[in-house]
């Protein structure tokens, strides 16, 4: 059994855990905080949960309220209202609405089991109707893929070789973003796309802490390549880039996030190699998460899917070195850290140009832009990052995120005294 609780009411979450755990020794419970983590989005079905519980009320905001909204979400599971006290009011509604009510007293009681048991057999009565119907079906449809156990809600961005989807998991029990290749593969053979999906999805498992987005699935399904991974409803830097225009303060902060990640990805012997904006993504908490590790390195293969002359990575973001094809290590990625630094600075990139090649030339020959008047304070520090010779940079990650740090503190310590 899968049970979500909607509850900032700790010693009850702790009730019902241990409830759940004396009743079924596998059940699970997921918590969500209606006041840290919002409302629940408006596509998510809760189709991997056997019942939400949903408490009456907490600090501004009221179960009832959102009860009448859920249920009107078709296909959305079993709801139950948790109380204080039995209400017949709300009682009543909730039988008209289709979902039940408990008190704290019988929460206590064998009506608790009852209703679980209730909401279990009705769950598993609409998923296994929902699989079967043609609606079912389409919406298992992620263009000619169908990938099964996953729920379309819409398409988020076609790319050159794949296309990517929001959808609901049900083993996940969340929203997830599924990358889906557009070409089949051929018959007996596993595909470069494939084989790109398959080293992502061990390089990001080796990978500690919350740094990189987490890669819940892969398979292949009507020979059509998948990737399912977490989804980030905020969207990724670059989207917070062109909404306004980021504060000294903000782009010091992110720098000093995406440094800290970087370390737990070299940490495990990973070059990230495609730094940018669009693949830092942004969760709710104000976390950020480095996602698209398929141009990656792993520094114990002596080969992988990218190795060759061929020049990989967007070149308004790479080193010198790696815009070369000359050999990279630890130090390229920091350097794309200064190019995004830059950009968050001042809203431009640091080289620009009519083509690529252009682009890779002024990297490696061209003198790093000076930052506007009032941020030339923070000049020492884009210089150590974007320096053309990886000597010249920080050594390490951890390096750069203790220098970005520092900074940071120089620089409010300055606001605070004009």
Known sequence: MRVLLIDEDARRCAQIRERLTALRA???????????????????????????????????????????????RAGFAPIVLLGKRADAGVASETAALGFWALSGAELEGEEFPRVLAAAEQRAAHARAMWRSSQAGRESQRFGDAFIRGYRRIR???????????????????????????RDRLEEGEPGDIFVRFLQEYDLVQRIAGTGVARLHDLGISDEHAWLVMEYFPLGDLRRRMRAARLSAREALLYAIAVAHALERVHAAGVLHRDLKPGNVMLRGDGSVALIDFGLSKDLALTTDATDGCTIFGTPHYMSPEQGHAEPIDARSDLYSVGVMLYEMLTGEKPFRADNPMAIVYKHRKEPIPRLPENLATLQPLAERLLAKTPADRFASAAEAAQALTRTLGEWLAREARS
């Open 26 to 72: 596998q059940a699970s419970l997921t918590v969500h905080s209606p006041v840290s983590q919002g409302a629940l989005a408006p596509e998510f079905l809760a189709q991997g949960y056997d019942a939400v519980l949903l408490a009456d009320e907490w600090p501004g905001g009221e179960g009832v309220a959102w009860a009448r909204e859920l249920a009107g």
């Open 155 to 181: 398409r988020l961005a076609a790319g050159a070789l794949t296309d990517l989807y929001v959808g609901e998991s049900e083993r996940a029990g969340t929203l997830v973003a599924l990358k889906v290749a």
